[in-house]
């Protein structure tokens, strides 16, 4: 296993489009997290994942945005209507439930033009 | 509700000087400290970490001491080298123990140089 991969690794779109984004966590771990890194700014946590069940939103995570985790493997997140002040890194970590490490993806990079 | 503060960067050091970054927080609870790297073009690595109140973590040379009294938890190295330069981000968790929910700190750049 090579840690946790995210899909793509860079996304320009123009503002209304729908975008979607994957991530791939490390096999054994039932929990997966997304997060969202603004330029100059720390990770900011949006939701996590328990296998299929979402445990928890962020109040960051508005009405156009969803994540799904539908078999408790990978996860998707999808931004509708994307507006310019999506733009940011979406980072993905995963980890065994009652660990204190998460491991991160390298993120997906996005651009609203 | 919690959160991280930490000293602002960029901080430029020479090969082999002391470095230290300054990193507070507020919480309720019992949370889990650390300390996160991300080196350019790569993604978060965890550092180093601690899970209670007097815990040293330590890992590459880099210390870190969970400070109840003063909520700190200050990152620390002896002799700083090139490949150290990176950003730094230090957080902590929403439960104890556990890696659930990161707070994270703005992040701290750390240039070394020759």
């Known amino acids: 296993d090579t840690g946790v991969s995210q899909d793509p690794r860079h996304k320009i779109t123009k503002r209304g489009q729908n975008v979607t984004f994957r991530c791939d966590p490390i096999?054994?771990?039932?929990?997966l997290y997304w997060y969202r890194q603004t330029l100059g700014q720390g990770p900011e946590f949006l939701t996590y994942?328990?296998?299929?069940?979402?445990?928890?939103k962020s109040r960051l995570l508005s009405d156009r945005f969803s994540a799904e985790r539908p078999k408790g493997s990978f996860s998707t997140l999808e931004i509708q209507r994307t507006e310019q002040g999506d733009s940011a890194m979406y980072l993905c970590a995963s980890s065994f439930p009652g660990d204190t490490e998460a491991f991160f993806g390298q993120g997906t990079r996005l651009t609203v033009v | 509700g919690n959160s991280v503060t930490q000293m602002e960067g960029p901080v430029t050091l020479s090969e082999e000087a002391f470095l230290t970054i300054n990193c507070t927080y507020t919480?309720?609870?019992?949370?889990?400290l650390f300390w996160y790297v991300q080196y350019p073009g790569e993604g978060l690595q965890l550092l180093l970490k601690?899970?209670?109140?007097?815990d040293k973590g330590s890992n590459k040379g880099f210390e870190a001491t969970y400070r109840k009294e003063t909520t700190s938890f200050h990152l620390e190295k002896g002799s700083v080298q090139v490949s150290d330069s990176a950003v730094y981000f230090c957080a902590l968790s929403g439960s104890s123990g556990t890696a659930s929910k990161l707070t994270f700190g703005t992040g701290t750049r750390l240039q070394v140089t020759l």
């Open positions: 919480a309720t609870g019992y949370p889990s």
């Open positions: 994942f328990q296998n299929e069940a979402q445990l928890e």
């Open positions: 096999s054994e771990h039932n929990r």
């Open positions: 601690a899970t209670k109140a007097d």
